[in-house]
């Protein structure tokens, strides 16, 4: 049985850092493609950051120069380094993983129907 669980979020001012982390168990973070989504009340769940099973990294454009995404394949983890954070950063963050050994097109790595497992997701705040 997968379960991702998150940690790590919190209140911040702007320009503030937090780094959210994910906890896999029954699934193994090396090998597949995960993501970061993110999601406010009344709006769509939206991706923000991707690694695949080779390390290579997308990001939304809204994060881009100041979210980090990484795996820790010892310690089976994902990460996300969020620096710089706006108050438009504020959202509640969802850890996802992709089907075992499947593979997502570059244009399709943000969307959220190409990910089957969720975590419950961490709050994150960051106040003006």
């Given amino acids: 049985q997968v379960q991702l669980v998150e940690s790590g979020g919190g209140s911040v001012q702007a320009g503030g850092s937090l780094t959210l982390t994910c906890v896999a168990s029954g699934y193994t973070v090396s090998t597949n493609f995960m993501a970061w989504f993110r999601q406010v009340p009344g709006r769509d ?4 950051a991707s690694i695949d099973s080779d390390g290579t ?4 454009d809204s994060v881009k120069g100041r979210f980090t995404v990484s795996k820790d394949n010892a310690k089976n983890t994902l990460s996300l380094q969020m620096n710089s954070l706006r108050p438009e950063d504020t959202a509640m963050y969802y850890c996802a ?5 499947g593979c997502i097109p ?8 190409e990910y089957n497992y969720w975590g419950q997701g961490t709050q994150v705040t960051v106040s003006s």
Avoid: F
């Fill in 45 to 48: 769940r939206l991706g923000v």
């Fill in 57 to 60: 990294t997308t990001y939304a």
């Fill in 97 to 101: 993983a992709a089907p075992p050994g």
């Fill in 106 to 113: 570059i244009h399709k790595v943000l969307k959220k129907y």
